[in-house]
Nanobody
Framework: VQLQASGGGLVQPGGSLRLSCVVT????????MGWFRQAPRKEREFVAA????????RYGDSMRGRFTFSKENAKKTIYLQMNSLKPEDTAVYYC????????????????????WGQGTLVTVSS
């Protein structure tokens, strides 16, 4: 299984970006997909996650209401729509997948994920 993230870039505060992550090698091996981010000198932070089968997405506290997780199963692609971006959203964003049937409460734990994309840099600055 390979994950390829894209869509990062430079955006002004208050702006929007949409990240994409394409899964190759078999979505049947990844029951849950997630987004994490890591800013310089900070620990990796949970952003959002959901199952391929659907249900309500989960979000990190500072992202709720501004970020939206979505997916297109036929394209084996997940998205992260980011609105009202702030300078503190600046980070490398990673998509991740797991073949394990993790419970909802574990979706925000990076250790739950088996596969990781290479990351895409989002810079929010004027």
């Amino acid at each position: 299984v390979q994950l390829q993230a894209s869509g990062g870039g430079l955006v002004q505060p208050g702006g929007s970006l949409r990240l994409s992550c394409v899964v190759t090698g078999g979505t049947s091996s990844t029951y849950v997909m997630g987004w994490f981010r890591q800013a310089p000198r900070k620990e990796r932070e949970f952003v959002a996650a959901n199952r391929w089968s659907g249900g309500s997405a989960r979000y990190g506290d500072s992202m709720r209401g501004r970020f939206t997780f979505s997916k297109e199963n036929a394209k084996k692609t997940i998205y992260l729509q980011m609105n009202s971006l702030k300078p503190e959203d600046t980070a490398v964003y990673y998509c991740a997948g797991t073949a394990r049937g993790i419970i909802v409460g574990m979706m925000d734990n990076a250790d739950s994920y088996d596969y990781w994309g290479q990351g895409t840099l989002v810079t929010v600055s004027s």
